[in-house]
């Protein structure tokens, strides 16, 4: 099989050639990054400023210089080149082309990934304005600190599921409380109503 695409590759005009390796390469690293994106190891946000959400207004081109977005370039430059090739028959508007498409590919990547960060962070929650708040015991809760139960309280109208526990008594699931401290950034110290 590697002989065969060998074969292919080394037979094709040098123009088109080149832009198939683009394209090839391009598109192995494009899909390797997604897929350690998706299981969680990659971090979108050191290949783009979305702490501001404006788009490039702090940190100017350097959102365009990432690794992610040369690689979206390269893809969207190699596949086109490789799609009209035999449509345009002069080089430099290939070229011209390609380029154009690359940075489209760009502008598309940035625009989808800010969408889906604003989309994330319209469910995030800062979880000391959970002070004073009242929620519902969703699992009990052992009395005297022994240890953890759930309650779900409502941030910004989504509802979280998080840990808490209390100094008094047991307290047992669909009791109401109020939200006294919050532990180590993530637990909730709870009294009853």
Same mark, same amino acid.
């Given at each position: 099989?590697?002989?065969?695409?060998?074969?292919?590759?080394?037979?094709?005009?040098?123009? $088109?050639? #080149? +832009?198939?390796?683009?394209?090839?390469?391009?598109?192995?690293?494009?899909?390797?990054?997604? /897929?350690?994106?998706? =299981?969680?190891?990659?971090?979108?946000?050191?290949?783009?400023?979305?702490?501001?959400?404006?788009?490039?207004?702090?940190?100017?081109?350097?959102?365009?210089?990432?690794?992610?977005?040369?690689?979206?370039?390269?893809?969207?430059?190699?596949?086109?080149?490789?799609?009209?090739?035999?449509?345009?028959?002069?080089?430099?508007?290939?070229?011209?082309?390609?380029?154009i498409f690359?940075?489209?590919?760009?502008? $598309?990547? #940035? +625009?989808?990934?800010?969408?889906?960060?604003?989309?994330?962070?319209?469910?995030?929650?800062? /979880?000391?304005?959970? =002070?004073?708040?009242?929620?519902?015991?969703?699992?009990?809760?052992?009395?005297?600190?022994?240890?953890?139960g759930?309650?779900?309280?409502?941030f910004?109208?989504?509802?979280?599921?998080?840990?808490?526990?209390?100094?008094?008594?047991?307290?047992?699931?669909?009791?109401?409380?109020?939200v006294?401290?919050?532990?180590?950034?993530?637990?909730?110290?709870?009294?009853?109503?």
């Open positions: 099989m590697i002989g065969t695409f060998l074969d292919w590759f080394c037979n094709l005009e040098p123009g $088109i050639k #080149i +832009y198939w390796a683009i394209a090839i390469v391009s598109s192995i690293v494009f899909l390797i990054q997604t /897929i350690v994106s998706l =299981i969680g190891i990659g971090d979108f946000e050191t290949d783009l400023d979305v702490g501001g959400g404006d788009g490039m207004d702090s940190s100017g081109f350097s959102d365009l210089l990432s690794m992610r977005n040369a690689i979206n370039f390269l893809l969207g430059l190699g596949w086109s080149g490789v799609c009209f090739y035999n449509r345009i028959s002069n080089g430099f508007i290939l070229g011209l082309v390609s380029i690359g940075l489209a590919f760009v502008a $598309i990547f #940035i +625009y989808v990934f800010k969408k889906m960060m604003k989309l994330e962070s319209n469910g995030a929650f800062d /979880i000391n304005t959970a =002070i004073g708040k009242t929620c519902d015991v969703y699992l009990r809760i052992p009395a005297n600190r022994a240890g953890t759930k309650v779900q309280i409502s910004n109208g989504s509802v979280q599921e998080l840990d808490a526990l209390t100094d008094g008594e047991m307290i047992p699931s669909g009791s109401k409380v109020t006294v401290e919050i532990l180590n950034n993530k637990i909730l110290r709870v009294e009853k109503v």
